[in-house]
């Protein structure tokens, strides 16, 4: 895996690890629990407001791991009490024992309408129902405990990934926790970091359980971290600006100009040496007057559009471009979309497709795989759910897999947007840190394509620069919010103006 890139797992290398830390190193099943509980004992003292700790073990492994905690926190002073969704005869292997170690006074077993009882005046709650094993959607016992958590005001605290969550995908196919902070045991999961569940996770906290290092198991995955913005070569005295990497913008059409302005400006502000934007004759004016730093390149077309009779004028533009931004702002006009599909099989650059350039390949994702160069995607949920031809609320549910999939059809990287960006293709992904409200605004998808373009133009492969863009672009919009002072009054071109931090 990249050096930047911090690896996370999924379900099945989680248990290949611990298979390997017992069978193959010897540490024993009961030493592993007890450290986890630990850990989760101390979060959980760490939040716990006035009132009773209430601790609700499944009857599996992460049941035993609460059973721990129970017992710790009870040791450290705390008011405990352990609620059972299943009957204590259910318990076998390590979660029995570690019943067996806890006073017994302190266990209750809940039957599903007591839960919300159960709960009232914690304060704080543990999910230990099910862990990193589980798939698929909760059933009763289980979902009247869950409910019951989310009912309860007290904070609650998750045992390695919130009962509900899928730690492979992030999915929650039914009712999940929402928890205010999970332990995650020995390393974080894909579910932490992929919607939903990285919202259902809160607080992440990754803790120790005593697995010795050098545990087999590759990562599924990886979260980008600031070496990324390290690998665009800088700009030495013997550069130019075409070495420094040529970007062409094609789009624009009336009412849709400054996706174009903003592409191109964040081209050139991410370190593109010569931008030009290819735009429709009759409102190249704007883009003179707008665009001090850019180039302008009109064709005729068609009125306010750009034309399937442009076709051969735009690929001679794009001759000299080391990358091409296809689509901010293009419209959706039927022979408008012809031209986007036509330059997409045919320009020989590096190629990034966006907004009406997705569009265009709605239902039609797999003519992309025709292309002969590198080629990166970037859809929010609408977008990718066009190109697959589903709503997008199933994109928002099974985002891992959508993103996968677009990128086997494709073979492009494709860009999930969202607070977890996903960046994907047929054997690597890669998941953004997030936490960059301010981006939440109109236009700034349009600077994300310019800045992935201008890095494409320097020279950068497509899964890497698409990662560096999306990084880069997240710190920019923190960087912004601070100096506006709040997220809500960053706009697009804050961001672009931020961009030296964001690749700094």
Excluded at 260 to 286: F, K, M, N, Q, W
Excluded at 289 to 316: H, N, P, Q, W, Y
Aim: aromatic share 2%; net charge negative.
């Amino acid at each position: 895996m990249e050096s930047w890139l911090d690896p996370i797992f999924d379900a099945a290398a989680m248990r290949a690890a611990d298979a390997w830390a017992i069978a193959g190193q010897g540490v024993p099943s009961l030493e592993l629990m007890e450290a986890a509980g630990a850990a989760l004992a101390e979060a959980a003292a760490d939040a716990a407001g006035r009132g009773p700790i209430r601790v609700v073990c499944g009857k599996g492994n992460n049941g035993g791991d609460g059973l721990v905690a129970a017992r710790r926190l009870a040791a450290a002073g705390h008011e405990v009490e352990t609620l059972l969704v299943w009957p204590a005869s259910e318990l076998s292997g390590d979660a029995a024992a570690n019943l067996g170690r806890l006073e017994r006074a302190r266990v209750r077993e809940v039957s599903p309408g007591e839960a919300r009882g159960a709960l009232e005046g914690s304060g704080a709650a543990v999910d230990a129902i099910f862990g990193t094993g589980f798939e698929g959607a909760p059933r009763a016992p289980a979902i009247e405990a869950i409910e019951a958590l989310n009912e309860c005001p007290a904070p609650t605290i998750a045992a390695d990934i919130p009962t509900g969550v899928d730690a492979s995908t992030g999915e929650a196919e039914g009712v999940a926790v929402q928890a205010l902070t999970t332990v995650a045991f020995h390393a974080a999961k894909m579910g932490h970091w992929i919607a939903p569940g990285k919202e259902l996770s809160g607080r992440l906290v990754v803790a120790p359980i005593g697995i010795p290092p050098g545990a087999p198991g590759e990562p599924s995955a990886g979260v980008i971290t600031d070496a990324v913005v390290d690998l665009p070569a800088r700009r030495r005295g013997s550069s130019t600006k075409f070495s420094s990497g040529q970007v062409l913008v094609v789009g624009a059409s009336r009412g849709l100009t400054g996706a174009v302005c903003l592409a191109a400006s964040a081209a050139a502000r991410a370190g593109a040496g010569y931008v030009t934007v290819a735009v429709p004759s009759d409102l190249e004016p704007i883009f003179e007057i707008k665009l001090t730093e850019v180039m302008s390149r009109g064709f005729a077309g068609a009125s306010g559009r750009l034309a399937s009779a442009d076709a051969d004028a735009i690929s001679g533009a794009a001759e000299r471009a080391a990358a091409v931004v296809l689509g901010p702002g293009a419209g959706r006009d039927e022979d408008t979309q012809t031209l986007l599909r036509e330059l997409a099989r045919d320009l020989p650059a590096p190629l990034l497709i966006d907004a009406d350039g997705l569009n265009a390949h709605a239902e039609r994702i797999d003519d992309i795989q025709a292309r002969g160069a590198p080629t990166v995607l970037t859809p929010h949920e609408g977008e990718l759910g066009r190109l697959l031809g589903r709503a997008s609320e199933e994109i928002s549910g099974r985002r891992l897999q959508s993103a996968r999939e677009a990128a086997e059809r494709s073979g492009a990287v494709v860009v999930l947007k969202g607070d977890d960006t996903l960046i994907a293709t047929g054997d690597r992904v890669a998941i953004a840190r997030g936490g960059a409200p301010a981006l939440a605004t109109a236009g700034t998808g349009d600077v994300l394509s310019g800045t992935i373009g201008a890095l494409l133009a320097r020279g950068l492969g497509a899964f890497e620069a698409a990662c560096a863009g999306v990084h880069a672009h997240q710190r920019a919009g923190r960087a912004a919010a601070a100096k506006v002072g709040a997220a809500e009054s960053v706009v697009a071109g804050d961001v672009i103006e931020s961009l030296a931090e964001g690749l700094g």
